[in-house]
Protein backbone atom coordinates (compact mmCIF):
# COMPACT_ATOMS: atom_id res chain seq x y z
CA UNK A 1 0.00 0.00 0.00
CA UNK A 2 0.98 3.76 -0.68
CA UNK A 3 2.32 5.40 2.53
CA UNK A 4 1.08 9.22 3.00
CA UNK A 5 3.37 11.21 5.33
CA UNK A 6 2.41 14.47 6.07
CA UNK A 7 4.57 17.31 8.11
CA UNK A 8 3.87 18.92 10.33
CA UNK A 9 1.46 17.26 12.19
CA UNK A 10 0.31 20.15 14.01
CA UNK A 11 0.52 23.95 13.20
CA UNK A 12 -0.22 26.56 15.36
CA UNK A 13 -1.59 29.87 13.13
CA UNK A 14 -2.22 33.67 13.25
CA UNK A 15 -5.68 34.62 12.16
CA UNK A 16 -5.01 36.38 8.87
CA UNK A 17 -1.82 34.83 8.37
CA UNK A 18 -0.76 32.05 5.68
CA UNK A 19 -0.49 28.15 6.45
CA UNK A 20 1.03 25.19 4.64
CA UNK A 21 0.56 21.26 5.02
CA UNK A 22 3.12 19.04 2.99
CA UNK A 23 2.13 15.47 1.83
CA UNK A 24 4.58 13.31 0.41
CA UNK A 25 3.48 9.38 -0.75
CA UNK A 26 5.84 6.48 -0.96
CA UNK A 27 5.69 6.04 -4.76
CA UNK A 28 4.63 8.08 -7.23
CA UNK A 29 0.66 8.67 -7.37
CA UNK A 30 0.48 9.62 -11.85
CA UNK A 31 -2.33 6.90 -12.27
CA UNK A 32 -1.61 5.24 -15.75
CA UNK A 33 -4.45 7.50 -17.30
CA UNK A 34 -2.06 10.81 -16.59
CA UNK A 35 -3.88 11.91 -13.77
CA UNK A 36 -2.89 12.47 -9.96
CA UNK A 37 -5.33 11.22 -7.48
CA UNK A 38 -4.23 13.34 -4.40
CA UNK A 39 -7.16 14.99 -2.48
CA UNK A 40 -7.08 16.67 0.78
CA UNK A 41 -9.44 16.84 3.24
CA UNK A 42 -10.76 19.36 5.93
CA UNK A 43 -12.10 18.01 9.37
CA UNK A 44 -13.40 20.54 11.64
CA UNK A 45 -13.88 19.71 15.45
CA UNK A 46 -17.30 16.95 15.91
CA UNK A 47 -17.63 17.38 11.98
CA UNK A 48 -17.29 14.51 9.55
CA UNK A 49 -14.04 14.77 6.76
CA UNK A 50 -14.75 16.94 3.89
CA UNK A 51 -13.28 17.13 0.59
CA UNK A 52 -11.73 20.54 -0.24
CA UNK A 53 -9.15 19.68 -3.19
CA UNK A 54 -9.07 16.89 -5.37
CA UNK A 55 -6.64 16.16 -8.22
CA UNK A 56 -3.73 17.97 -6.78
CA UNK A 57 -5.04 21.30 -7.08
CA UNK A 58 -9.13 21.59 -7.61
CA UNK A 59 -10.96 22.84 -4.85
CA UNK A 60 -14.12 20.98 -4.49
CA UNK A 61 -17.65 22.68 -4.61
CA UNK A 62 -17.91 25.49 -2.04
CA UNK A 63 -14.32 26.06 -1.30
CA UNK A 64 -13.13 29.07 -0.56
CA UNK A 65 -10.44 30.24 -3.04
CA UNK A 66 -7.92 31.09 -0.22
CA UNK A 67 -7.21 27.05 -0.20
CA UNK A 68 -4.57 26.38 -2.73
CA UNK A 69 -2.67 23.06 -3.84
CA UNK A 70 0.50 22.27 -5.73
CA UNK A 71 3.01 19.55 -6.26
CA UNK A 72 3.97 16.59 -8.75
CA UNK A 73 4.66 12.71 -8.36
CA UNK A 74 5.06 12.43 -4.72
CA UNK A 75 5.23 16.05 -2.98
CA UNK A 76 2.41 17.98 -2.05
CA UNK A 77 1.71 20.64 -0.41
CA UNK A 78 -1.66 22.43 0.38
CA UNK A 79 -1.83 25.74 0.92
CA UNK A 80 -4.11 28.44 3.33
CA UNK A 81 -2.93 32.29 2.10
CA UNK A 82 -4.73 33.87 5.09
CA UNK A 83 -6.11 31.84 7.43
CA UNK A 84 -9.71 32.02 9.41
CA UNK A 85 -11.14 31.05 12.46
CA UNK A 86 -13.01 28.48 10.51
CA UNK A 87 -9.88 26.78 9.49
CA UNK A 88 -9.48 25.26 12.64
CA UNK A 89 -9.52 21.57 12.31
CA UNK A 90 -7.54 18.33 11.06
CA UNK A 91 -6.50 18.53 7.06
CA UNK A 92 -5.80 15.11 5.71
CA UNK A 93 -4.05 14.24 1.88
CA UNK A 94 -5.02 11.30 0.47
CA UNK A 95 -4.60 8.96 -2.43
CA UNK A 96 -6.67 7.06 -4.69
CA UNK A 97 -4.51 6.39 -7.15
CA UNK A 98 -4.01 2.69 -6.21
CA UNK A 99 -5.96 0.85 -3.71
CA UNK A 100 -6.56 0.65 -1.23
CA UNK A 101 -6.92 4.66 -0.65
CA UNK A 102 -4.32 5.60 2.16
CA UNK A 103 -4.47 8.41 4.43
CA UNK A 104 -2.04 11.09 5.38
CA UNK A 105 -1.84 10.78 9.54
CA UNK A 106 -3.56 14.25 9.70
CA UNK A 107 -2.22 17.69 10.36
CA UNK A 108 -4.14 19.92 13.33
CA UNK A 109 -4.45 23.22 12.22
CA UNK A 110 -5.14 25.87 15.79
CA UNK A 111 -5.07 29.36 16.21
CA UNK B 1 -28.51 17.68 -1.93
CA UNK B 2 -27.00 14.85 -1.42
CA UNK B 3 -26.96 13.00 1.52
CA UNK B 4 -25.66 9.93 3.32
CA UNK B 5 -26.86 8.52 6.66
CA UNK B 6 -25.52 5.66 8.02
CA UNK B 7 -27.23 3.69 10.62
CA UNK B 8 -26.83 0.15 13.24
CA UNK B 9 -23.59 1.41 15.05
CA UNK B 10 -23.70 0.26 18.36
CA UNK B 11 -21.96 -1.41 21.36
CA UNK B 12 -20.90 -4.69 21.40
CA UNK B 13 -18.71 -8.02 22.92
CA UNK B 14 -15.76 -9.20 21.08
CA UNK B 15 -17.09 -11.83 18.50
CA UNK B 16 -19.87 -10.30 17.97
CA UNK B 17 -21.80 -8.85 14.90
CA UNK B 18 -23.11 -5.58 13.69
CA UNK B 19 -25.17 -4.58 10.27
CA UNK B 20 -24.39 -1.06 9.36
CA UNK B 21 -26.51 0.55 7.12
CA UNK B 22 -26.28 3.96 4.69
CA UNK B 23 -29.34 5.44 3.57
CA UNK B 24 -28.44 7.46 -0.01
CA UNK B 25 -30.22 10.36 -1.11
CA UNK B 26 -30.09 13.18 -3.42
CA UNK B 27 -28.02 11.60 -6.52
CA UNK B 28 -27.88 8.33 -8.76
CA UNK B 29 -26.64 5.76 -6.19
CA UNK B 30 -26.49 3.26 -9.14
CA UNK B 31 -23.86 5.91 -10.70
CA UNK B 32 -21.34 5.62 -8.19
CA UNK B 33 -19.10 3.02 -6.22
CA UNK B 34 -19.25 3.45 -2.58
CA UNK B 35 -16.57 2.89 -0.07
CA UNK B 36 -16.47 3.09 3.98
CA UNK B 37 -13.69 4.31 5.21
CA UNK B 38 -13.28 4.13 9.40
CA UNK B 39 -12.01 6.73 11.92
CA UNK B 40 -10.36 5.39 14.74
CA UNK B 41 -10.69 7.07 17.86
CA UNK B 42 -9.06 10.09 18.49
CA UNK B 43 -6.70 8.99 15.42
CA UNK B 44 -7.03 9.16 11.97
CA UNK B 45 -8.80 7.86 8.80
CA UNK B 46 -8.50 4.27 7.44
CA UNK B 47 -10.04 2.51 4.44
CA UNK B 48 -12.10 -0.57 5.01
CA UNK B 49 -14.34 -1.60 1.96
CA UNK B 50 -15.28 -0.74 -1.23
CA UNK B 51 -18.52 -1.91 -3.66
CA UNK B 52 -18.31 -1.11 -7.38
CA UNK B 53 -22.36 0.35 -9.31
CA UNK B 54 -23.46 -3.13 -9.47
CA UNK B 55 -21.90 -5.25 -6.42
CA UNK B 56 -19.72 -7.20 -9.07
CA UNK B 57 -16.26 -6.06 -7.46
CA UNK B 58 -15.67 -5.63 -4.08
CA UNK B 59 -12.42 -4.93 -2.44
CA UNK B 60 -11.36 -5.13 1.84
CA UNK B 61 -8.72 -4.22 3.84
CA UNK B 62 -6.58 -6.84 4.79
CA UNK B 63 -7.82 -6.35 8.86
CA UNK B 64 -11.40 -7.21 7.64
CA UNK B 65 -11.16 -9.65 4.84
CA UNK B 66 -13.00 -12.67 6.07
CA UNK B 67 -14.89 -10.58 8.51
CA UNK B 68 -16.62 -8.28 6.76
CA UNK B 69 -19.34 -8.09 3.74
CA UNK B 70 -19.76 -5.22 1.60
CA UNK B 71 -23.05 -5.30 -0.56
CA UNK B 72 -25.89 -2.87 -1.70
CA UNK B 73 -29.12 -2.67 -2.69
CA UNK B 74 -29.54 -0.05 -5.51
CA UNK B 75 -33.53 -0.47 -5.32
CA UNK B 76 -33.76 0.73 -1.88
CA UNK B 77 -30.64 3.20 -2.47
CA UNK B 78 -28.63 1.26 0.32
CA UNK B 79 -25.22 0.74 0.98
CA UNK B 80 -24.57 -2.45 3.50
CA UNK B 81 -21.33 -3.67 5.64
CA UNK B 82 -22.50 -6.79 7.46
CA UNK B 83 -19.17 -7.00 10.26
CA UNK B 84 -18.83 -10.10 11.88
CA UNK B 85 -16.39 -11.75 14.42
CA UNK B 86 -15.88 -8.25 15.62
CA UNK B 87 -12.78 -7.17 17.36
CA UNK B 88 -11.71 -4.59 20.34
CA UNK B 89 -9.66 -2.90 17.15
CA UNK B 90 -12.57 -2.38 14.86
CA UNK B 91 -14.53 0.10 17.37
CA UNK B 92 -14.22 3.58 15.52
CA UNK B 93 -16.49 5.73 13.71
CA UNK B 94 -17.76 4.09 10.33
CA UNK B 95 -18.20 6.83 7.15
CA UNK B 96 -20.09 6.10 4.26
CA UNK B 97 -18.22 7.18 0.94
CA UNK B 98 -19.74 8.27 -2.42
CA UNK B 99 -16.76 7.88 -4.92
CA UNK B 100 -16.38 9.86 -8.02
CA UNK B 101 -13.35 9.32 -9.91
CA UNK B 102 -10.29 9.44 -7.83
CA UNK B 103 -12.33 11.41 -4.86
CA UNK B 104 -14.18 10.88 -1.81
CA UNK B 105 -16.64 13.56 -2.58
CA UNK B 106 -19.34 12.98 0.22
CA UNK B 107 -19.69 11.55 3.20
CA UNK B 108 -21.98 10.75 5.65
CA UNK B 109 -22.32 11.91 9.48
CA UNK B 110 -20.51 8.60 10.86
CA UNK B 111 -21.80 5.69 12.89
CA UNK B 112 -20.35 4.72 16.15
CA UNK B 113 -19.02 1.24 16.78
CA UNK B 114 -17.90 0.10 19.84
CA UNK B 115 -16.16 -3.24 20.60
CA UNK B 116 -16.19 -4.13 23.99
CA UNK B 117 -16.17 -6.33 26.94
Known amino acids: DIVMTQTPLSSPVTLGQPASISCRSSQSLVHIDGNIYLNWLQQRPGQPPRLLLY???NRFSGVPDRFSGSGTGTDFTLKISRVEREDVGVYYCMQATQSPWTFGQGTKVEI | EVQLVESGGGLVQPGGSLRLSCAASGFLFNDYWMHWVRQDPGKGLVWVSL????????MYADSVKGRFTISRDNAKNTLYLQMNSLRVDDTGIYYC??????????WGQGTLVTVSS
Open chain 2, 51 to 58: IDIDGSTK
Open chain 2, 97 to 106: VRASTGRPDY
Open chain 1, 55 to 57: KVS
